[in-house]
Nanobody, 111 residues
Framework: QVQIVESGGGLVQPGGSLRLSCVVS???????MSWHRQAPGKERELVAS????????NYADSVKGRFTISRDVTKNVMFLQMNSLKSEDTAVYYC?????WGQGTQVTVSS
């Protein structure tokens, strides 16, 4: 049974940083993964994705240069380093593997 657990969210001031983690269990093959987010009243959107080896990454234009996606394939853990956070980054952040989703972690950027 696949389980996905995100952590690392919280309240941060504009310009601050957070590091999200996503731990995956119940899979025997390393696969591509992605981070998504959903703000109140908006549709869920792709933030960043990473291939199985971590060799290729992609970002939404809104986070390029500020967010960095990475993974530890030995532990099946994925990360999202978020710097220079803005109020518009406020959302619930989700980890996705195939069609499996985690429960999400809340990120709130506010002074």
């Amino acid at each position: 049974q696949v389980q996905i657990v995100e952590s690392g969210g919280g309240l941060v001031q504009p310009g601050g940083s957070l590091r999200l983690s996503c731990v995956v269990s119940g899979v025997s093959v390393i696969e591509a993964m992605s981070w998504h987010r959903q703000a109140p009243g908006k549709e869920r959107e792709l933030v960043a994705s990473i291939t199985s080896t971590g060799a290729t990454v992609n970002y939404a234009d809104s986070v390029k240069g500020r967010f960095t996606i990475s993974r530890d394939v030995t532990k099946n853990v994925m990360f999202l380093q978020m710097n220079s956070l803005k109020s518009e980054d406020t959302a619930v952040y989700y980890c996705k593997l195939r069609y499996y989703w985690g429960q999400g972690t809340q990120v709130t950027v506010s002074s």
